[in-house]
């Protein structure tokens, strides 16, 4: 399953306006890395729309493959159920992750009754994550691999530009007593990558396991 997030790092954002029944609802959806940072940007749609009714939000830190990913939401007011949860459907839904949004209302003066909130709170949320889609503002959010890879520093710099011309993305080389080359490779792949390197080097290299970092891919 494919994850998204914003394009630009943590604080990219994108926004979306909808009006029912002359009620506002401002949403901005923004990329974030904790949920410190979440309810940081939470607060900053209070100071911004400090005259709105409402801030009901929602957030998704970290990848649903992962037992330690935070879901959290908050009707702010709202009759329960009828807003942060809404927001959180969409967000999750959309499979977005690092994201928090947050949804201002301002009071239209026409009670707009349970579904009436639901699908306004939805809506405005679907609007901004489709904006950012359409403007090419989302990126999916993938595990790389990391391993290590020593080498002669005779044979660094042929094995480092084989790697690269077979797509295999080069974070790095560090040059000591031998060169440690960094890569990153997508689970799938390792195996092959594995193989490549063993050829390339005439199995002189293996590849040294080095953890893993999640990245930012291009749709």
Not at 1 to 19: D, H, I, N, Q
Not at 116 to 124: H, M, T, V, W
Not at 151 to 158: E, T, W
Request: hydrophobic share 40%; charged share 25%; glycine share 10%.
């Amino acid at each position: 399953m494919l994850e998204f997030t914003l394009r630009g790092g943590p604080g990219s954002s994108a926004e979306a306006e909808l009006e029912v029944k002359r009620s506002r609802f401002l949403c901005r959806v923004t990329r974030v890395e904790t949920e410190d940072e979440a309810r940081d940007a939470i607060e900053s749609a209070r100071k911004t729309h400090w005259d709105a009714r409402h801030h009901c939000s929602a957030f998704v830190i970290g990848s649903a493959t992962e037992p330690s990913q935070i879901r959290r939401s908050n009707d702010d007011g709202e009759p329960s159920g009828t807003a942060g949860r809404p927001i959180l459907d969409v967000v999750h839904g959309r499979n977005l992750i690092d994201c928090v949004a947050v949804v201002s209302r301002y009071f239209g003066g026409t009670l707009l009754g349970t579904v009436g909130l639901i699908r306004a709170y939805s809506d405005a949320v679907a609007l901004a994550v489709d904006d950012a889609r359409n403007q090419n503002g989302l990126v999916t959010r993938e595990r790389r691999e990391l391993f290590r890879l020593a080498l002669a520093h005779s044979d660094a710099g042929r094995v480092e530009a084989e790697l690269r011309q077979h797509g295999v993305t080069v974070l790095g080389t560090e040059y000591g007593a031998l060169a440690i080359t960094t890569i990153a490779v997508a689970a799938a792949d390792a195996a092959a990558v594995g193989e490549r390197v063993a050829g390339i080097t005439s199995g002189a290299g293996a590849l040294e396991t080095a953890g893993f970092e999640w990245v930012d891919v291009a749709i």
